[in-house]
């Protein structure tokens, strides 16, 4: 597999670059403080990586008035979801090449410049590019595990991703079918999607996993990864996923301070040590 991974890593970049038309939907749910926040990092680290961006949103009634607020913010689409899985599929344009998804958590920590948005011309054998692995990924914290990347090629302008085999991976190296920083082939995905049943962004992740041993077999990221996911509170009700260990803080004290006008403030936050996907950091205000 070393000799078929250094081939397929030439042939990508004996190609020409070409810029990426890249669609973002965002899943969030009683949340609109950290999807405030990860539209801040946005603009800050990203503001040129999406074409598109939608919000398909869910509130309680006590978190209504947060995504109210912040529709007034920003001019991005807001969708309020009915039925999961039939807003998502009639979200996603087919007429746009790639397809990103995002979970409100998430944060942009490090800047993605204008030379990194082309994507050199996709390989049939790519199945997605990760903006949330790197090299500087070790350590899972949903499962709490540690790991670590194994035979991998540079590519890219000034080699600045890393390509790998995925069967061959261990920890979040071997997951590429994640809901959470993963850009996809538009045709390629949707194609997955329409095939599975699901209800929320966490039955659409573990259905599409019956699909990791006959999607392509290759992943791209970044040298180091730009997003992370903060995961300090949990508004899913179908995987108890690990949470608030370190810096827990409720979706109801995140929501009664934004709608006091406070704001996580992206500046303030520490992201040294990025060690994988997820990571709990404090998050900090500001007026």
């Not at 204008?114 to 199945?127: A, C, G, R, S, Y």
């Not at 540079?154 to 061959?168: A, K, L, Q, R, S």
């Amino acid at each position: 597999m070393e000799r078929t991974l250094e081939i397929m890593v030439q042939d990508i970049k004996n190609k020409t670059i070409y810029k990426m038309q890249n669609q973002l939907i965002i899943f969030s749910k009683n949340r609109a403080c950290q999807l405030n926040l990860l539209l801040d990092s946005i603009n800050l680290n990203a503001n040129q990586l999406f074409d598109k961006i939608s919000v398909l949103y869910k509130a309680e009634d006590q978190y209504i008035d947060g995504y109210d607020l912040l529709k007034t913010r920003t001019s991005i689409d807001f969708i309020e979801e009915m039925n999961f899985r039939n807003d998502l599929i009639r979200i996603i344009d087919d007429d746009i090449m790639f397809t990103t998804f995002l979970v409100d958590d998430a944060i942009f920590f490090d800047k993605i410049t204008e030379p990194q948005k082309t994507l050199l011309n996709w390989h049939d054998n790519v199945i997605c590019l990760s903006l949330r692995l790197g090299l500087n990924c070790v350590y899972s914290h949903p499962a709490n595990l540690q790991y670590k990347i194994n035979n991998y090629g540079p590519v890219g302008i000034d080699d600045n991703f890393i390509m790998f085999v995925h069967t061959e991976q261990d920890g979040d190296f071997s997951y590429p079918l994640s809901t959470d920083g993963h850009i996809y082939m538009t045709s390629v995905i949707k194609d997955l999607l329409v095939s599975v049943d699901f209800n929320n962004p966490n039955t659409l992740e573990a259905n599409l996993q019956r699909f990791k041993n006959v999607i392509p077999k290759l992943m791209i990221s970044f040298k180091h990864s730009k997003l992370v996911s903060v995961p300090v509170n949990l508004v899913n009700t179908t995987f108890n996923n690990r949470n608030g260990l370190i810096f827990p803080i409720s979706n109801k004290e995140l929501n009664d301070r934004f709608l006091n006008n406070e704001i996580i403030d992206l500046h303030s936050l520490n992201f040294l040590d990025i060690n994988g996907p997820h990571k709990e950091i404090e998050y900090k205000f500001k007026k």
